[in-house]
């Protein structure tokens, strides 16, 4: 039999998240983020899920190649816009609207031969400092695109820096939002501003034509641990499961894993789990990382390895041997481990573990 480790998608979850950004959002249209694979979940499998989505919204060709494969013949929007001038082919072919952030995008395009012009999102950068045109030069693109036949219809964007948190005490999105109004004003075209951060947190101030829903269609949360993802009415759409495989009796003095990192101060009683950093768990988590066993709370005891990791069973008698661990997501018994968490005590974020989860473990949709 295979190893007990095993993903699982939640199209369900997917599809409440995915109206969540709605709600926040009425009068706006949806780009449900599907980039990084749809932040690993897997983009066939998550497409049930945010099908009810206005558009995708996503960095790769590949990826947007296989969107049409599935039959989804809405909007697509590459957030990066084109890497090369061939790439503008297929987005002809693909039938792709596409960010534009630099002078020699919009060159390629001067130089594209197509029979039906492309829509495209000029970018400002606002402050992120990334990708866009700055104030000073915003208007000058947009009137080259303007003059281009190669164009149909112009999008104006940015995204936040600070959306998810004040900034050093100060609103940290008030800067960039009088930037975006100064460079836009009088400006025709759709607007998109708003990442989940921005959507949660600023609804009123930032919902425009289109609204970019990423971190939280998978039941992230942009501003977690201010707030979390019960505050938010958001579910986590990925659960990293795994078993129980072996248990360890120890004594006072006796140590666990690689380098003894974590010593018994009383007997204790200890589990093995299948999982380790070859398989996505983060090896930098340390002691006290939070963890499920059978859907109850314990924690992660020393080293994470390649292949196994231990816990805590302590005050846990009844588990042991083939016990269920939920490493994060959903658990029996309506148990529940926010991604959130365990990525707080690794010292990352949700979307690094999501995106992280190794090609050896199995995903299944749920």
């Not at 706006?28 to 066939?44: D, L, P, Q």
């Amino acid at each position: 039999m295979p190893r007990p480790i095993e993903a699982l998608v939640h199209t369900d979850a997917l599809a409440h998240n995915l109206a969540r950004a709605r709600a926040q959002a009425p009068n706006a249209r949806v780009w449900a983020v599907v980039k990084a694979n749809a932040y690993g979940h897997g983009i066939e499998r998550a497409f049930d899920g945010l099908r009810a989505a206005d558009g995708f919204a996503l960095l790769d060709l590949e990826e947007a190649q296989r969107l049409r494969a599935l039959d989804w013949r809405g909007p697509i929007l590459l957030l990066e816009g084109v890497f090369e001038p061939r790439d503008l082919e297929l987005c002809s072919r693909l039938k792709l609207w596409h960010a534009v952030h630099c002078e020699q995008q919009i060159d390629w395009l001067a130089m594209h031969k197509t029979h039906e012009p492309h829509r495209v999102f000029l970018k400002l950068n606002s402050g992120m400092n990334r990708l866009g045109f700055t104030p000073a030069a915003f208007r000058a693109a947009y009137a080259r695109l303007d003059a281009l036949p190669q164009v149909d219809e112009i999008g104006l964007m940015t995204h936040f820096s600070d959306a998810d948190s004040l900034r050093q005490g100060r609103d940290g999105i008030a800067h960039q939002l009088a930037a975006f109004g100064a460079a836009t004003e009088g400006l025709a075209g759709e607007r998109t501003i708003a990442n989940s951060a921005a959507t949660l947190r600023h609804a009123g101030r930032t919902a425009s034509d289109w609204v970019r829903a990423g971190i939280m269609s998978y039941g992230g949360v942009p501003d977690f641990p201010e707030h979390d993802a019960a505050h938010w009415d958001l579910r986590p759409a990925m659960t990293l499961r795994s078993r129980v495989i072996g248990v360890q009796q120890l004594q006072a003095g006796d140590t666990v894993g690689y380098g003894s990192a974590f010593t018994a101060e009383q007997p204790m009683r200890i589990g093995i789990v299948a999982c380790g950093y070859a398989d996505g768990y983060p090896r930098h988590a340390p002691t006290g990382t939070p963890i499920l066993v059978d859907g109850h709370r314990t924690r992660t005891l020393g080293r994470v390895s390649m292949d196994m990791l231990a816990v805590d069973l302590t005050a846990l008698p009844a588990s042991g041997w083939g016990s269920e661990v939920t490493l994060w997501g959903e658990g029996p018994r309506q148990s529940r481990l926010p991604i959130d968490e365990v990525a707080q005590a690794a010292g990352t974020i949700g979307y690094e573990l999501m995106c992280a989860v190794a090609p050896r473990v199995p995903i299944r949709s749920a």
